[in-house]
């Protein structure tokens, strides 16, 4: 039955030795579940958001790297200790770098399953319907999250990672009253990621006032409009951005946001009537805080209010909501319709962990699915970002294809992060430090626009762009330009020095 006592239901509480054990169990469980994780989804350190969190902490362990375009990925790091903690590890264990970021990537997911494991204990008296939930979180880490291009849990650290284990397990404290550590978590959200922690906050008040019972008015409050200038350089940054826009969502974005919305509400109505308070007030102000957010999403989506207001993203709360439906959905699932009969219950893992598995192989084809400090670089361009790394000057100024991450082979691998070089600026990952920080819009779109026609340059656009920009190295895709001098090459792309003059 779902938990009517949430106390009764953990199992640290019980006395003595059995409790001991009964916590090194489940650490065994959550480890074995962690392992499975990383073999299901995949392992990519390198891609996508790594593109903005790598350079950070690198240029921490070493001041000297990108001297030239910092500001691009410090726009969005430099209210998150996430990399100061990254980099303090490092150099206080001595552990190298990669293994590191491997390490923490483990630690990231144990965290996020334990503090799933902690809710379901509070929940839900079934021990195997416990472990069910935590399991299916697990198997669909890398599910998209509706209209927010976020995953429950990226296949690589950043510090989303960190902050999202950090806030279930928030929820899970105040869950249990244990106000103290609770707050200590939520200090941790803040610390990692204010814009996440901020969302936790914002449940963690609707669920104080579902607990007692009150009335939520939700009325025409005065808010405070971001009037930040909308320049034509900022509004094309923010354009790129479409999934921050409720008015450009297809209709399987939405329904991606109001199903767990309605499943939440129906979960409520179904611990309401078992009895079970702690399950039915979790659930309640879980669709109501989702709703909230929702209704904020479609008015900025729909009345074109300032572009500014794109910073604050009010879908990413539906990441915790994900979270908890799956946690809470699948323990009920396992209690009251496959109940004892263990295969139904192996084959949605199973199935489910196929799915997750076939996609991560689909969006990242030409890249080992797991990208281990142990093994040797076989993707062409991570290895030609990696001979950047290791035979040029650590003040050396490249320039790629704008949209290089996108390029067939690529497999959305971040030069800053494994070439430890500065570039010019891209059109996939730069814009969203312009979202962040107007400022830089202009220098942003004087560079792209710089690049423009990047297919058909030659020599002596390269040496335009050394003239404008400084650059004085590209890598350009196979088979390169004829007139330049490159020391490296392969399959995919070359390596090439930029002529000071025609």
């Known amino acids: 039955m779902i938990s009517r006592d949430s106390r009764a239901a953990l199992p640290g509480r019980s006395a003595g030795t059995a409790g001991w054990r009964a916590i090194l169990a489940a650490g065994m469980g959550l480890s074995g579940l962690t392992t499975a994780a990383v073999?299901?989804?995949?392992?990519?350190?390198?891609?996508?958001?790594?593109?903005?969190?790598?350079?950070?902490?690198?240029?921490?362990?070493n001041p000297g790297l990108y001297p030239h375009d910092a500001v691009f990925f410090s726009a969005q790091t430099k209210l998150s200790l996430f990399p100061q903690l990254i980099a303090l590890s490092i150099r206080a264990s001595h552990i190298p770098f990669d293994w590191a970021l491997f390490f923490w990537h483990a630690v990231s997911i144990f965290l996020l399953l334990g503090g799933c494991w902690r809710i379901a204990g509070l929940c839900l008296s079934n021990r195997r319907a416990q472990w069910f939930g935590v399991a299916l979180v697990a198997s669909l880490l890398t599910m998209p999250v509706a209209g927010t291009?976020?995953?429950?849990?990226?296949?690589?650290?950043?510090?989303?990672?960190?902050?999202?284990?950090?806030?279930?397990?928030s929820v899970a404290r105040f869950l249990d009253r244990k106000w103290r550590s609770g707050l200590l978590w939520l200090l941790c959200t803040f610390a990692i990621h204010p814009l996440m922690a901020a969302f936790v906050v914002a449940y963690l008040a609707i669920w104080f006032l579902v607990s007692r019972a009150a009335r939520l008015h939700v009325g025409r409050n005065a808010?405070?409009?971001?009037?930040?200038?909308?320049?034509?350089?900022?509004?094309?940054?923010?354009?790129?951005?479409?999934?921050?826009?409720?008015?450009?969502?297809?209709?399987?974005?939405?329904?991606?946001?109001?199903?767990?919305?309605?499943?939440?509400?129906?979960?409520?109505?179904?611990?309401?009537?078992?009895?079970?308070t702690t399950f039915e007030i979790l659930a309640r102000s879980l669709a109501i805080f989702g709703l909230l957010f929702l209704c904020a999403g479609v008015f900025l989506g729909f009345t074109h209010a300032s572009p500014g207001w794109a910073r604050l993203q009010p879908m990413r709360s539906l990441l915790l909501v994900y979270i908890i439906m799956l946690l809470l959905g699948g323990g009920l699932l396992e209690q009251?319709?496959?109940?004892?009969?263990?295969?139904?219950?192996?084959?949605?893992?199973?199935?489910?962990?196929?799915?997750?598995?076939?996609?991560?192989?689909?969006?990242?084809?030409?890249?080992?699915?797991?990208?281990?400090?142990?093994?040797?670089?076989?993707?062409?361009?991570v290895g030609g970002f990696q001979w950047v790394r290791?035979?040029?000057?650590?003040?050396?100024?490249?320039?790629?294809?704008?949209?290089?991450?996108?390029?067939?082979?690529?497999?959305?691998?971040?030069?800053?992060?494994l070439a430890e070089r500065s570039r010019l600026a891209d059109i996939v990952k730069d814009p969203g430090a312009v979202t962040i920080a107007?400022?830089?819009?202009?220098?942003?779109?004087?560079?792209?626009?710089?690049?423009?026609?990047?297919?058909?340059?030659?020599?002596?656009?390269?040496?335009?762009?050394?003239?404008?920009?400084?650059?004085?190295?590209?890598?350009?895709?196979?088979?390169?330009?004829?007139?330049?001098?490159?020391?490296?090459?392969?399959?995919?792309?070359?390596?090439?020095?930029?002529?000071?003059?025609?």
């Open 39 to 61: 073999l299901v989804h995949g392992y990519h350190p390198a891609v996508e958001d790594a593109e903005i969190y790598l350079p950070a902490i690198r240029r921490l362990l």
């Open 149 to 169: 291009a976020l995953y429950i849990m990226d296949q690589y650290l950043c510090a989303r990672s960190l902050s999202t284990a950090a806030s279930v397990w």
């Open 223 to 276: 808010a405070m409009f971001l009037a930040l200038p909308a320049t034509d350089a900022y509004r094309q940054a923010v354009g790129t951005r479409s999934y921050l826009f409720l008015s450009n969502w297809r209709w399987h974005e939405w329904l991606g946001a109001l199903a767990p919305l309605a499943i939440l509400w129906w979960l409520s109505r179904m611990a309401r009537k078992s009895g079970a």
């Open 336 to 381: 009251f319709v496959f109940r004892r009969r263990i295969w139904l219950s192996g084959t949605l893992l199973l199935v489910t962990a196929l799915a997750m598995f076939y996609a991560q192989r689909q969006q990242f084809p030409s890249t080992p699915h797991i990208e281990g400090p142990w093994r040797t670089a076989t993707n062409d361009w």
């Open 390 to 417: 290791d035979h040029t000057p650590p003040d050396s100024y490249f320039a790629l294809n704008p949209g290089f991450m996108t390029m067939p082979g690529e497999d959305e691998h971040g030069f800053r992060a």
């Open 438 to 502: 107007p400022s830089l819009a202009e220098s942003w779109q004087a560079q792209v626009e710089g690049l423009e026609g990047w297919q058909n340059f030659q020599r002596s656009d390269f040496s335009r762009l050394r003239q404008r920009f400084g650059v004085n190295w590209v890598v350009l895709e196979q088979p390169g330009r004829s007139g330049l001098d490159c020391p490296f090459q392969n399959r995919s792309l070359l390596v090439c020095r930029v002529p000071n003059g025609d």
